[in-house]
């Protein structure tokens, strides 16, 4: 607040030239008068919304460091999902010499991405339990005070078991699970296709993450969202076709060496699980085990293509006989297997499994089985995404129609709001004779209130910190004496209530000194009316000063007029040094 001056002596005439000067920046002038009366009820308000938008920023900051660490885990969670199956493309046959080995190169690889993809992992679990710890502090910032939902969040966030619930699936889908297998060495096994049933559970639980974090960030209508939301009508089939694909690869691997076994076994007697463990896994005893069943019969037995007298093959391969012929179980070669794979995956589960001619093996069924739900529930996923999408779009258009319907019709409601506001203000013999400028900033302040039957506005005694403009229905006043009533009015359309507030925002009263409603008004039907605060009118007078030289006294103008002249003298100095300081430099 700038000091005011003694012994200022100013006509009258000259307070209107002062005040239209463009540098006096008069809002934050008049700001500064009106903030110097006001109550400590007021400066603890001003103190509660600094705290509360410091708040947010802390919040927003936080948002961005969530969404930060948002990206890189979903990259990582892409990386991961694309890296898991190929743990199933590593054992290769050597139908020579009716053994497989573990493809080292591949394997080792795989476990040093897979190792590096589940640190992201892990450290996303600390992460949901740091969020967790502090979600229900941030509830009281981020959610309305009061709200229906704010009981429910804090009780969920103290439920421990609830967060232990939410906690599991991350914990199942970081588990380090292949890496043991591949440490401990029981890959070597012939039965070491059980461990693979693991492949399917955590692929679809880093799926189904990595999907809902995708499908949430391309709920915002941007350009790069807008192509990752139709890369995510076509993500979940080529998620489930490449690990349809790489488990049938490995479970036709898994059918050859279950035909040795049941050969070796039925002719040449040599059974059990610890002996066929590692029979067939090649290795220096290879050529021993070779010697102790016949080998050619072993290969007319598990042969793979017809021969010229032959019909039919001698085992039912069902449907891995494909994979068995096109020799891609005998193939290093990575990227050409997964797509052949992938491009197996995608023909069955597009066509619901309806192509698959399957044997009489129960996993192999239950695989088939698996194959054809999965392709249905995509298919009715990818369909109810398209329904709903243009289901969205159907209703943005009719939105957009109906805003264009009755778009005319707010503006001229607009327009008539503002034709009651100014009627109504000029109905104030105080304001009757005011320029229009003047009058819209007091309908910027003007706000539309409603009262139901036999409510109370004011009550006598109270103070009167609002002025009403009643616009629609009826409402009563009267004063009361000892408990009898001594005079009533009735107050209907067009009236207004409150004058006596225009005189103390004239003489620039403190809200201690906000006059007494001498009588009490009361809503005999339901009444519409415009209402502007105390505090409101006194800052619109306080910014129009000039405007009532006849209502003001003097002391107070020549305080606004000194006011006045010690900014504007303040702003051209200012103006000048800094043009100086320009021609310097």
Known sequence: MSKPVKDVSIELSELEQIAKWPELELEQSTSTCAKSTEPEVDRSISVTKKWIELKEAVVVRGRHHRSKWDMTFAISSAFAVFIDPLICYAPVLIDDSTCYYWDQRLMWTFFGLRSAADLFYATDIFVFLSRSRAEPFGISWTRIIGGPHTKICKMLNGKKTL??????????????ILQ?????????????????????????????RLYRRLNRSSNIETTVRRLLKAVLDFLPFILAAHLFGALWYIFAVGRKIGCWQEHVCKFDGICGRETLDCFFYCSSSTPANNMKFNGSLLQKSCAVQLSENVSTLPFDFGIYIYALQSDMTRSRGLPVKMLQCLWWGLRN???????????????EIIFSILISISGLALFLVYLNARVQGSQKILDQLNLREKMRRIYPQIINQMRTMCRLRLDSLKKVPMLKNKDEKMLQAICEHLKPVTYGEDIYIIREGEPLRKMIFITQGTALTYTTIKGGTNVC???????????????????????????????????????????????????????????????LPRSQLEHFSASCLQKYWRHHKLTKNTGSKEKRE
Request: proline share 4%; aromatic share 16%.
């Open 163 to 176: 967060r232990f619930l939410r906690i599991l699936p991350r914990i199942c889908a970081a588990l380090p």
């Open 349 to 363: 589960l597009s066509s619901f499994g309806s192509n698959l001619q399957t044997s009489f093996f129960m996993d």
């Open 180 to 208: 043991v297998i591949i440490l401990s060495g029981k890959y070597t096994s012939v039965d070491n296709n059980e461990f693979f049933y693991l492949i399917p559970i955590q692929y679809t639980l880093r799926a189904i």
């Open 489 to 551: 009015k009735c107050l209907e359309k067009s009236d207004f209530y409150g004058e006596e507030l225009l005189n103390w925002a004239f003489k620039f009263g403190s809200f201690s000194e906000l006059p007494i409603s001498p009588t009490t008004v009361v809503s005999q039907t339901k009444v519409e009316a415009f209402s502007i605060r105390a505090n409101h009118l006194k800052s619109v007078v306080a910014q129009f000063w000039w405007r009532f030289q006849k209502e």
